[in-house]
């Protein structure tokens, strides 16, 4: 928090204390004298402290919880007894407190003893919000590295022999071509094996290149792919989820291009406005092959891709695709702050 917040709950929990102690004051001033006390006590004990615990953060890395945990008790012990002992000499000073060697020394043990509690009380308190917000964050990220190993072992095995046989038969009619193949399934592989990440736009348009040319290879003349992209400038800044794109367009092939003879177009136009991209990929179903609507609807759903887009952007962010007679339309859409702006 910023000293300001700070200030605000030193200033509340001082004059919480004060109220506290209203039976022993009998006037306004004697109230207004022992709350300006306790607030400035308050201060000079937590500020302070704060700041050397923030300015020792780097040489407590490498301590254990209880080694660190017991250093700040005994850091705010000794702050309080000092920040008690300059603001209770400093009121004898002025003639609003008369000096007794028995009380001072009672009231900073007294005081020292109660900062020490309330610090291992709060430790405590933020010890078991950490470990539980820890917990979460690695349930979340195994959830996102489980989501992204289940997309990757749905992808590999018929990808990997369907790319091996088509290799096979152009390493003996076209080498060449069999080269290009192999690069870009060099490519399109060591994207895949990165993890879930985001990458720029232009970089997951390349993957999907890549992934197209090699099913270009296998499925002939059975697939046209038209773009329609932002200009240069406007991508460069653009990011997104590795194989977001390019995992939509896998499932479109196996459940559309591979169940029909005739050739299928896909249209993917992406725009970049008010903050939000929006990608949608439009899909013309084969007129002469039936394809029955209800199957396709329920292998056209991208539940996993959408929780890897909303983890990096938001709970706004959605993949959503409606299938109707003559065509399926995806459509991928997610916040992202224009950083030219």
């Known amino acids: ?71 700040i008790v005994l850091l705010l012990m000794f702050a309080a007894a000092v920040s008690m002992a300059l603001v209770t000499l400093s009121m004898i000073n002025f003639g609003w407190l008369t000096y007794d060697s028995r009380t001072f020394i009672l009231n900073i043990v007294l005081n020292t003893v109660l900062s020490g509690g309330f610090t291992t009380v709060f430790l405590l308190y933020f010890l078991r919000s950490y470990r539980e917000l820890n917990a979460l964050k690695l349930s979340f990220e195994y959830k996102l590295t489980a989501q992204n190993d289940l997309i990757k072992a749905r992808t590999a095995p018929h990808f990997f022999f369907n790319t091996i046989n088509t290799l096979v038969s152009l390493i003996e009619s076209n080498p060449p071509k069999a080269a290009d193949l192999l690069q870009h399934v060099s490519a399109l592989f060591r994207a895949s094996f990165s993890g879930t990440r985001e990458i720029s736009f232009e970089e997951e348009v390349d993957l999907c290149e890549h992934y197209l040319a090699i099913e270009s290879s296998r499925l002939a003349d059975k697939l046209e792919v038209n773009w329609k992209l932002p200009e240069e400038d406007i991508m460069y800044d653009m990011v997104i989820t590795a194989l977001t794109l390019q995992s939509v367009l896998e499932k479109i092939l196996l459940n559309v291009v591979e169940l029909t003879t005739e050739t299928i177009c896909i249209n993917i136009e992406v725009t970049w406005e008010q903050h939000r991209v929006k990608i949608m990929i439009d899909v013309a179903l084969p007129k002469k092959t039936l394809i029955i609507n209800h199957d396709l609807r329920q292998h056209m759903n991208f539940y996993i891709q959408a929780d890897r887009l909303r983890a990096h952007f938001g709970q706004s962010a959605d993949i959503q695709s409606s299938v109707a007679s003559t065509q399926i339309i995806t459509i991928i859409d997610y916040p992202l702050q224009d950083v030219g702006l």
């Open 1 to 71: 928090m910023r000293p300001w917040q700070w200030l605000t709950y030193i200033f509340f929990w001082s004059l919480f204390l004060t109220v506290m102690e209203r039976h022993s004051l009998a006037t306004w001033s004697d109230f207004m004298i022992q709350f300006v006390r306790s607030f400035t006590q308050n201060t000079l004990t937590v500020i302070p402290s704060l700041y050397l615990v923030d300015y020792l953060r780097p040489a407590f890395k490498n301590a254990s919880i209880l080694s660190v945990s017991m250093r």
